[in-house]
């Protein structure tokens, strides 16, 4: 297969790769089958299209796409991966997905590189990542915004995720954080296909604003963190974040529920110090809150490519025909990720030479 040349560096931080053991699985655990045409989806509402099963064909769609390279990511689906997909134990499945990502990288050097996934809540998979960041196998960590579902679901600001905040920022690495399959309000949302429209963006608002209210970015202020789907439900609601933040039951004696007083500056504020985002959208007017509410240099490509069988070229046109200025064009599309990932570091091979 002749691999086509990326007339410009595109480096996509959102990118699903499931390689053929993992197919494998899905067809041993998840109901998938490899005899019948694709798309399928299993009653999970997990869908099985070929651009995410089929590894020559998507990383072809890429190459076509004017993607030069891609960071590869499970999306910080630990428990569904553990529980339903690998069957096994949560540092056994963090396991088979690095051999499986690592096998990826190897097979396409130029052209992918990893991240370290992790369990936000299992403080005993730092163990797991700590060689992968260390060795500079890994250019971020993985996670998902939530775990667990309905009333035993858990978010981002348990002080069982204090050990990840405090290793990232020691390692200053980026936790990059992405919804989980099953999402807040899921039983709602099964419906209409809701989960994947409406629910994982929810999911990802409410684990965002928890960190913030509950003072995450005052404990640790040098962590970094992303948040895809260009910040989720987060910019039409951050000046209501700001507002709650600042009323917080002022001059009310007895407030019934707990006051919002932890965090020291107003949630607005962390998306210009701590917050990153992509742009897997896709939408200019979802792009230009992004900018507005974080700045050109905290927003990174991402396309969500994989089991979004959308091709990356939608994203790519979006950004150019949004964004006027050619330098912010590459900031978003390279530099960003070039310098937050430090790929120079991480993954060479993925460095352009002008770069």
Same mark, same amino acid.
């Given at each position: 297969?002749?691999q086509?040349?990326?007339? @410009?560096s595109?480096?996509?931080?959102?990118?699903?790769?499931?390689?053929?053991? %993992?197919?494998? #699985?899905?067809?041993?655990?998840?109901?998938? +089958?490899?005899?019948?045409?694709?798309?399928?989806?299993?009653?999970?509402?997990?869908?099985?299209?070929?651009?995410?099963?089929d590894?020559?064909?998507s990383?072809?769609?890429? @190459? #076509?796409?004017?993607?030069?390279?891609?960071?590869?990511s499970?999306?910080?689906?630990?428990?569904?991966?553990?529980?339903?997909?690998?069957?096994?134990?949560?540092v +056994?499945?963090l396991k088979?997905?690095?051999d499986?990502?690592?096998?990826?990288?190897?097979?396409?050097p130029?052209?992918?590189?990893?991240m370290?996934?992790a369990?936000?809540?299992e403080?005993?998979?730092r163990d797991?990542?700590d060689?992968?960041?260390? @060795?500079?196998e890994?250019?971020?960590?993985?996670?998902?915004?939530?775990?667990?579902?309905? &009333?035993a679901?858990?978010?981002?600001?348990?002080? #069982?995720?204090?050990?990840?905040?405090?290793?990232?920022?020691?390692?200053?690495?980026?936790?990059?954080?992405?919804?989980?399959?099953? =999402?807040?309000?899921?039983?709602?949302?099964?419906?209409y296909r809701?989960?994947?429209?409406?629910g994982?963006?929810?999911?990802?608002?409410?684990?965002a604003?928890?960190?913030?209210?509950?003072?995450?970015?005052?404990?640790?202020?040098?962590?970094? *963190?992303l948040?895809?789907?260009?910040g989720?439900?987060l910019?039409?609601?951050i000046?209501?974040l700001?507002?709650?933040w600042?009323?917080?039951?002022?001059n009310?004696?007895n407030?019934?529920?707990?006051?919002?007083?932890?965090? %020291?500056?107003?949630? =607005?504020e962390y998306?210009k110090s701590n917050?990153?985002?992509? $742009?897997?959208?896709?939408?200019?007017v979802?792009?230009?809150?992004?900018?507005?509410?974080c700045?050109?240099?905290?927003?990174?490509?991402? $396309?969500?490519?994989?089991? *979004?069988?959308?091709?990356p070229? %939608?994203?790519?046109d979006?950004?150019?025909?949004?964004?006027?200025?050619?330098g912010?064009?590459?900031?978003?599309? =390279? $530099?960003?990720?070039?310098?937050l990932?430090r790929? &120079?570091?991480? &993954?060479?091979?993925?460095?352009?030479?002008?770069a």
């Amino acid at each position: 297969m002749t691999q086509s040349k990326a007339t @410009r560096s595109i480096i996509d931080t959102h990118r699903h790769i499931f390689g053929p053991k %993992l197919r494998q #699985k899905f067809v041993e655990n998840i109901g998938f +089958d490899d005899s019948k045409p694709l798309p399928q989806a299993n009653a999970g509402e997990m869908f099985f299209y070929r651009e995410s099963v089929d590894v020559d064909y998507s990383m072809e769609i890429q @190459r #076509k796409s004017g993607v030069s390279s891609c960071v590869n990511s499970y999306g910080g689906e630990i428990e569904t991966f553990a529980q339903h997909i690998i069957q096994a134990s949560t540092v +056994d499945t963090l396991k088979f997905l690095h051999d499986e990502s690592f096998e990826l990288r190897d097979r396409f050097p130029d052209e992918v590189a990893c991240m370290a996934n992790a369990h936000a809540l299992e403080e005993n998979t730092r163990d797991v990542i700590d060689p992968l960041i260390s @060795r500079k196998e890994a250019c971020c960590i993985s996670i998902s915004t939530s775990y667990g579902a309905g &009333a035993a679901q858990v978010f981002l600001d348990s002080p #069982k995720a204090e050990w990840l905040w405090e290793y990232a920022q020691d390692k200053d690495v980026l936790v990059h954080i992405h919804p989980p399959l099953v =999402s807040i309000g899921a039983a709602a949302m099964q419906q209409y296909r809701l989960i994947e429209a409406l629910g994982r963006p929810f999911d990802t608002a409410l684990s965002a604003a928890r960190m913030i209210y509950s003072g995450v970015f005052d404990r640790y202020p040098k962590l970094k *963190v992303l948040f895809v789907h260009m910040g989720g439900a987060l910019a039409p609601v951050i000046c209501r974040l700001d507002w709650n933040w600042e009323l917080n039951y002022k001059n009310i004696q007895n407030p019934p529920i707990q006051k919002v007083d932890k965090n %020291l500056r107003k949630p =607005s504020e962390y998306f210009k110090s701590n917050i990153y985002v992509d $742009t897997m959208g896709p939408s200019a007017v979802g792009l230009k809150a992004m900018i507005e509410m974080c700045g050109v240099d905290r927003v990174l490509f991402g $396309t969500d490519f994989g089991p *979004v069988p959308m091709s990356p070229k %939608l994203h790519i046109d979006l950004i150019d025909d949004t964004i006027t200025d050619a330098g912010d064009r590459t900031k978003i599309f =390279s $530099t960003n990720t070039l310098a937050l990932l430090r790929l &120079a570091e991480n &993954a060479p091979r993925l460095v352009p030479r002008a770069a």
